[in-house]
């Protein structure tokens, strides 16, 4: 039987924020992720008007990636990682975002990161813009409901599409933009699009305005960099919770229709590059006049993404209720329990099937090659005296999702690049900013309040992958 292709790029994935620590080294500006507070699962992070004495930031430090990226990546490659995926700080390039020119140190920094990953044979899979916008941008600017912010992304990009056209091939443009789709709740705007809201504001419209502007950037973007070097394979990143109608009624299923409406249009954008119908339907009834030029429609069919990079975690349910007969979908109000699954501690639903699942719905809309970025467990680890991690649960989350997603290739045809899991060494949790909801195959000394000596450690998890890769899936 067929396996996975021998060029299959195993690896791991974090971010910037999340791991570099380092927050103001090498002329580093503030960016999003560095006003946001420690919270915990129930307890949304804090976000903060600027850095204020007295609280707990936890991506100021993170895990000191910063310093030790040289041992982490050995750690990596011990492992047999064959790709690498971070994103590159927009603030370590333009500290404020607006600036012409770039930060030299901030380059040097991902030259000397980059040339250690190549070293082993590692390919970089970057990200441009993970949760970590220059804060200014918000401050001055708006964040994305501002048209300028496509003008300074863009150039960002191109500065480093050209610095790192010999040694990065594989690029995202923003993480799981479809975040926002929960416009709700504070922690996606913000993190996603620097969207702070004023009271009483409409949200919905605000951010619909700011995802085009990024859709439109991205397609600026992609032009660019297959402009600058063809070989360019330039994704998009989806955050994929495939929502399932609770029950067979079929008012159920058109409500999880609906659901799907609201939370994936932004890959139709991205692959077809125009906007799907329903979607400009129900901008008309709902009355949102965005701005959208004819200039931006062009270019967004310009700039269509090469292939799909999606995290996938958990999947949703959702049910049809009589006080909503349009079905409108609200992420704060229209999901359920689904009853066949169990959920993490942090709640988060574990379904390994709904990973088959989705790698279909994605292979049969599109046809695109995906990249599974992102998967993983989130769990509360015990390291023992030995410094040893028995973190069984982990292996079985992971194992139990490969196995799916090796049926979706080898028996449904998916074309799949590759699959880097969360956070491949303990880092800053986004949603919570905990330390103690780690992913890693490594354990990192730290603990929410900062303690720790940040010393690594070899989970039993990280002999597992080891072996995974080694046998190219094959051991599942
Ligand atoms: P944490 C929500 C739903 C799915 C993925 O998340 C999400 C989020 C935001 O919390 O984020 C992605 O750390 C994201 C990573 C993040 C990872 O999933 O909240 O791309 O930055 O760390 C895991 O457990």
């Known amino acids: 039987m067929p396996g996975f292709k021998a060029d299959f790029l195993w690896g791991g994935a974090v971010a910037a924020h999340q791991l570099e620590g380092g927050w103001q080294e090498g002329g580093k500006g503030v960016s999003v992720a ?46 047999g990682f064959k790709c690498f995926r971070t994103s590159i700080a927009w603030t370590r390039i333009f500290p404020k975002g607006d600036e012409l020119e770039p930060n030299e140190a ?46 300074f992304f863009v150039r960002f990009a191109k500065t480093v599409f050209t610095r790192y056209k010999d040694k990065v091939k594989y690029w995202m443009t923003f993480n799981e933009i479809n975040n926002q789709a929960n416009y709700h ?43 600058i070097n ?25 409500m999880s229709v609906s659901a799907m409406h609201r939370r994936y249009w932004f890959t139709d ?37 090469d292939y799909i990079g999606f995290s996938y975690y958990m999947s949703f349910a959702t049910k049809a209720t009589a006080d909503n007969p349009q079905l409108d979908y609200d992420e704060t109000k229209s999901l359920v329990k689904n009853p066949y699954v169990k959920a993490s501690d942090w709640g988060w639903q574990i379904d390994p099937v709904g ?22 467990f989130g769990a509360i680890d015990q390291k023992e005296s030995d410094g040893s991690v028995n973190d069984q649960y982990r292996i079985e989350y992971l194992q139990s999702h490969l196995r799916e997603m090796k049926k979706a290739v080898v028996e449904d045809g998916v074309d799949l690049m ?43 998890s990280f002999w597992w992958y080891q072996q995974t890769i080694k046998s190219n899936g094959e051991n599942l």
């Not at 813009?129 to 496509?150: A, C, D, Q």
């Not at 360019?232 to 008012?251: E, H, R, S, W």
Request: charged share 25%; proline share 5%.
């Open 34 to 79: 560095d006003v946001m507070t420690a919270g915990a699962h129930g307890v949304p992070r804090e976000i903060t008007d600027g850095v204020l004495p007295g609280k707990n930031y936890p991506n100021h430090d993170a895990i000191d990636f910063y310093h030790r990226y040289k041992d982490d990546i050995k750690l990596f490659a011990e492992m």
């Open 418 to 460: 590759g699959y880097t899991p969360w956070g491949c060494i303990d880092l800053v949790s986004a949603g919570t900013g905990e330390m103690k909801k780690r992913y890693g195959f490594i354990y990192v000394d730290k603990d929410n309040e900062g303690n720790g000596t940040l010393e690594r450690s070899r989970k039993k």
């Open 230 to 254: 063809p070989d360019f394979q330039i994704g998009c990143m989806i955050a994929m919770c495939p929502v399932y109608p609770l029950t067979c009624n079929p008012d159920d299923m058109m």
């Open 106 to 151: 901030g380059l040097q920094f991902y030259d000397d990161l980059f040339d250690e990953c190549l070293k082993y044979n590692i390919e970089p899979v970057i990200t441009l813009s993970h949760f970590e916008m220059p804060y200014y941008l918000v401050t001055e600017y708006g964040g994305w409901r501002n048209r300028k912010l496509i003008d």
């Open 185 to 227: 709740e504070d922690f996606a705007p913000f993190t996603n699009s620097g969207l702070k809201y004023k009271e009483g504001e409409d949200r919905e419209p605000v951010m619909y305005q700011a995802a085009h502007y990024e859709l439109v950037a991205s397609a600026l973007a992609v032009e660019a960099g297959h402009a």
């Open 355 to 376: 990973l088959r699942y989705s790698l279909n719905y994605f292979y049969d809309l599109y046809q695109l090659p995906l990249f599974i970025v992102e998967n993983g």
């Open 269 to 305: 954008v991205h692959v077809r590059g125009y906007y799907p119908r329903h979607l400009l339907n129900y901008f008309a009834r709902k009355g949102f006049r965005l701005d959208i030029t004819d200039e931006d429609l062009h270019i967004l069919k310009r700039g269509c993404v």
